[in-house]
């Protein structure tokens, strides 16, 4: 990491100063005004914004709680050691990654002043942006965006082991740098930068942190889901189960675990969304469009598009038209 960043995130807080000083007990005051202790956004966001990051309180243990917000801890360097749902014990070290969502119980041993790790504080609907910036790979990314989610299907939590990739490490540094910098367009980039560090981490599922039931499975479903993004055309269950060395019935029952849909539901809908991209993004036919996709039937193509986008593909196609033009034309896109 960036000297000068981590010299920045390294000062010791006013909060840490009187806990150095003999306060051994967590100001909860500083973090909700409910009795149940739930860390609320509106403690540590300024009002009116989506994300802000604040370095982890070092020196106590820090008791159990949850968020009413996405938490991600970025490991800048030592380490942490975190209890997540009263069980499952985490070390988070230099490089290391964690997403929490609302139904995560979180608690956090004490650490020393050379340990230093960074809370993103974020908002779900800070993730809309990002999730339309990952055009045509929509199902992957909403799996990863379900599990921060209150109502996930999965685990409360994802745990990458990231310290070795550099992509990610810069992607990471930048956005601290602009929140804590408060760049001017500060929203615009950091909402860029969380949906490349997503596209990033859904390259790099391998890092995915495996050591629970939980976690094993998502892991499945990431490489499920990279494989219907891959072969939406051809792709078969088998084919996938076979590479997965699981039986069909134990997959089929994972996917629809995680993600609602099965398999078949599953490539329909990424052949539709590959469809979506093209009418909104090229000028080929919707002859050309279905063929491309892998379906020979017009009239069943025509019928499942309906169903999904409620308009048929050539009403899709003005409409993303007549979108785009009016955002050209919009007096900030105007000198």
Partial sequence: MDQELLQKLSVITEEEKRILNGKQIVEKSLYTAQSQFIIDSKKLLKKGNLIEVRPHTRFIHFPRHRHNYVEVVYMCKGETNHIINSSKKLTLKTGDLLFMNQNAFHEILPSSEQDIAVNFIIQPEFFQYAMRFMEGQNILFEFLVSTLSSSSRGSDYLYFKTKNIIPIQNLLENMIWSIMNNHTVSDTINQTTMGLLFLNLLEYTDVLYQNTTETYEQKLIFSSLRYIKNHYKEGTLEELSEMLHLPTYTLSRLLKKYTGCNFKELLIRQKLEQAAYFLSKTSLSTESILHSIGYENSSFFHKKFKEFYGQTPK?????????????????????
């Fill in 315 to 335: 009403e899709f196609r003005k409409k993303q038209a007549d979108t785009s033009q009016r955002e050209s034309d919009s007096p900030s896109n105007t000198m």
